[in-house]
């Protein structure tokens, strides 16, 4: 047993701490996330080049940049091309993400479908990851997976609380679409669900840094208000949920990479109580902020965002322990 | 104990019900509710409404413009108006805050001077109490004010300033005596908010809503007599201002969270909510606003036979701004990943979405829950001073 | 509109709880609790000397007496009588109560029928309060109503965690029993939880009590406790559960005593709210007095047991919140 | 990262697999658990059939009889024993405090003369650390020991010690230099139980069961020798122990949380448990055992790569004692009002009502849950000491 990353695993974390601290302060994101375009197309070749894109990685390297690219916000459409569209790629596209030049993100949401001929869609998908910062889109139509080219004439975007993470809509009118050899199914759902969770974790340990450091330096009624009980307790709590929740989501990572027979109650618990943990943890750090951690100016609230994002993202937490509750309860093999 | 209206709070319902029907845009009770932008214009307008009909003030003294009517009656104008969703007066402050320590500290002249256009809502009031260096320790602030003949100059910043962008007059809280201990050094200015050397900039929410201000005040020179008590009596005069915002708070809190449970009850049944543990959650909202409603009904009966609030008033604020995050964030949950949709397209136009939002100030502002805490252990309670 | 208790139901309260303080100090009512029979017998005949269970008190009386003996934990079957047989009384039954002559508990749970010729009864009822400690037992059978006579014979006492409310088991066979002219309805249920809610308010106060006192004086790392917000602020959420308690007990007494519209919504509020609140403020006490409130020594765990007999009493708190959400979700006219 | 056995560690679990069902009663992993009452003589008997196959001190130096084998082997067993329902051994306090801080402590006479008997389980160990006036301030304490030629006096009163009614040695934390200040006065001495002046008094708890005792000491005398460390080195030698106590304590509770959880899950299919609200509540408990297993491991890792216990090991007793106390007040609200029941008739024969009760002690032995937070803020987040 070992439940350590490999020390390679560990050299990239640092490579990706160092890119995100270099190139991503929080002054840079903000400006980023403000902007129309919410990111720096330029910067996509830069990820290629260090290899973030690069097909030999396996999840738990996902799981790696997962937690880091969150810790910085990196706004980029990584998380659409790495944790949802990344295993329904073909060939080419996997080679063009690669080299940095295509971007894909993932829609299943909507109704679409494949015109006769099969070689164009017609419909509407919402709630699309990044749609409005990729290259490419797959859609999942009438049991197949096709690749469209994320055109102005097709995305709509869409005002999103988390801005930078929006979601936008397709919409498809006899839009040409090369149908790939791959089929949606529940490993891509696994796959999305354990790399969010790391997502979540990298978000509540920003949270906990930030509301460290306050606490640390700030004063009210003569004292450092980190020697208040009522806040140092609640500090406390966030790196509870901090480490209760990356002891689950590492689990979830490895498991959904060794197809381990748990990959799917694991993915269900890391989800719930990592993107949980991180709401928590962002409320709890502005709530120690104080008036300061509730204004737009403050860093803070964009960490929220984000941790609300990932708790809407594919199921709350309740859907999840309901999937986990049944296989406890339902079936006669044991899964604790 | 009786829970009903006497026949006189009954005939005071009925007719506010009928008023608010009669005034009210047709279908403005079921309309869906809108994001938290906020109407100047239209504010302004019902609160000039509110006034002609005779329902600002109403528990008032008669001399000053207000009603003289019991506590009662306000209560049932909350509720009501929280049935239907009707807007709030614009002066905020100045009913909850300014008014109430005007008439508790005052001169005979301030109070004629400064109450009749505050609830006509002629004249818009905030609030500067807390400072970049001190939110909630008010007795730390460093706003100061020197005597200069007949003038106090005031030089400093506040911060959390809410309606100050729109404000004519304001409550401050300056230092005139750096030599005094903090508490001490402290007095209660009602400053002109036109007079030069204020200016007021509005601080963005977590909404993206510039719904506080900050306010910098430079050789800025208000008139030796604008002042609530004596120099030195700062800390005093303000704390009047608090317990009445924290007092009188109950009912207002408890009619915005009745319009709450009914929105997330309206978009339960909009989007389905048929997962026990949702509903669950819901009967919880329900159970806390009644809790609410019925505390405050508590220490208000306590008010009207002794002429002091009872105790479990206390924990209204409290209470409300915890309840009303649960309520919100819930609200969200129930729409799933278009929860995080903010504007066009989103469920309500992203009336949840900003609430929720907005809700993370409720555990800050107006008493952040660890004072709150603190004032329940120890000043309800009797423990010892927390350290 | 008021919300208060008439000064001459005040003054019921200040009586009842001068007999209380004076009569079941903690220490009387550990060694009734310890004893055999559990109780007194020979105090019923006081509390109707003193009037506790005359016909004329109404539903807000009741319900005084309920807070007050709860927060003394008055080991009787006083809330077997008033809280649930009362309502189910004859003339006969309620006489004889009034005299301190008999008293009375209920047996709703369980299968039992009434004999041909109708004047016996056969089966087993279980979970029956105070069933030890009284003299009759209406019980429900058949859609009807019959009072036996709680004799040894019939009467199986079962270990029960709270000692001072115990609970029993009903072994009839062909036991004489009187049909009364009376049918078991939701009346019964509303107003028993009315007074279960306003017992949890009395256990409450008595958590807050005392914690406030202990934490006031006790010692540790050279400060008393109730310095630290670690503690104090605990000491502050059991006073703002206990006000929010009683203010829905109150209003469940006042409306089942007025058959209010929303009699049952208030009732399942209160039960609700009320009962977990009374637990949570027991569990906040016993951590407060650290290892000492874990003793069986300290009379916090009789609150904390009493308590949970309450919340676990005719459906726990998720079992009123789903009978709230069918009120306030699934009918058209809006109950808030 | 592999999360499944090596080669080694997989043997030895199937070893420990087979000797656990070869040697426990027919059908003891699918029995209904019973009521807490404990059986002596059975855990004195397993714990000799323990020690015999060699898995007692699995981790502990082989010179001193330990197996000298990896923590991961600690852990299967844990893991191992907890999945079938098997006892403890009856050295609980002998194997997770006494004996790691001998053997960090101890002189070679003393490892050679301690650790041996007590893996046996032939000696059994208590704790005098917590004092009437002094329960979670261990510095506070006032059990004296003055030298008397070779020996110390010993006089004083210790609390809350379980085991104390069949132990034969006691770890014992005294003051021997009362003009030191408080932490530099105190001594840690080793004190045969079966001494003259020595009275355990058994203490109730909750659950009426006397699970802790008080102990009292009346001039006993000690061997001067017979101290871990020097004379005021008391408060470093306890600090040894309640590190290992919280470090080395993370497995056992996720072996103790793990037959809770599959013990809720029988008794959840046994009552029925359909409402969705429970099923929520039910997975929430699988997740905490889950999370905490992680972590556990994760601690363990860094344990096994740098010699120290990750971070995260710090939030295992914490998370586990409210883990545990809300799982078994869920078990009970399966049971209805028959929840109340606590004997004959009760479910289980009162199994869950005993784990309710007794779960309430668990966020206050060994390290109050405030105690916890307030170390996790300071020494692992690095926040100022709180006052």
Redesign the interface.
Known sequence: MDFAFSSEQEQLRASVRDYLRDRYGDERVVALAESDAGWDPSSWRELADMGWLDPSLGLLEHAVIAEESAYALLPAPWFATVALAWPLLDEQLRDAVAAGERSVTLARHGSVTADAGGDTLTGVATLVPDLTSVTDVLVVADGGVYAVEATPDVVVPRSTMDRTRRLGELRLDRTPARRLDASFGPEVRRRSLALASCEAVGVAQRALDLAAAYTKTREQFGRVIGTYQAVSHKVADIFVALQLGRSLAYWAAWAVSEDDPQADVAVSAAKSAATEGAVLACEYAIQAHGGIGFTYEHVLHRYYKRAQWLEAFEGYGRDHRAAVAAAILDSEGAVA | ??????PD?AAFRAGLRQWLTDTLPAGWADRTPAPGRWDEAFTREWTRKLYDAGYVGLTWPKEYGGGGAPH?HQ?IYLEESARVGAPDHIGVIGLGMAGPTIIAWGTDEQKKRYLPPLLAGEEVWCQGF?EP?????LA?ARTRAELDGDEWVVNGQK??SSYAHIADWCILVVRTDPSASKHAGLSYLLVDMHTPGVEVRP??????DPE?NEVFFTDVRVPRDSMLGQPGEGWNVAMTTLLHERGTLGFALTAAL?RQ??NL?KL??EVG?D??????Q???Q??????????N??S???LQ?TGVPGP?GS?AK??WSETN?RLTKLA??L????????????VWD?YW?YQQ?RS??N???AG???VL??I???R????????
């Open positions: 104990m009786d829970f009903r209206d006497t709070e009662t209560g807390s260096g001190s939110g909630s320790d730390g911060v959390w601080l963005r929410q977590i909404t993206g506080f009745e449970v009914l009850v339960a049944r909510a997962d026990p543990v949702v509903r669950d819901i009967a919880q329900w159970i806390d606003l009644q809790a609410l409603r019925f505390t009904y508590r208000l009966t306590a036979k479990e924990v409290l209470h995050q969200l949950s729409q799933g990943l278009a929860s995080q949709l903010d504007g066009d397209g989103a992203g979405q939002l993370r100030g555990t800050i502002e952040t829950s660890e805490r603190n329940i252990a120890e309800v309670v009797g423990l010892p001073r927390s350290r």
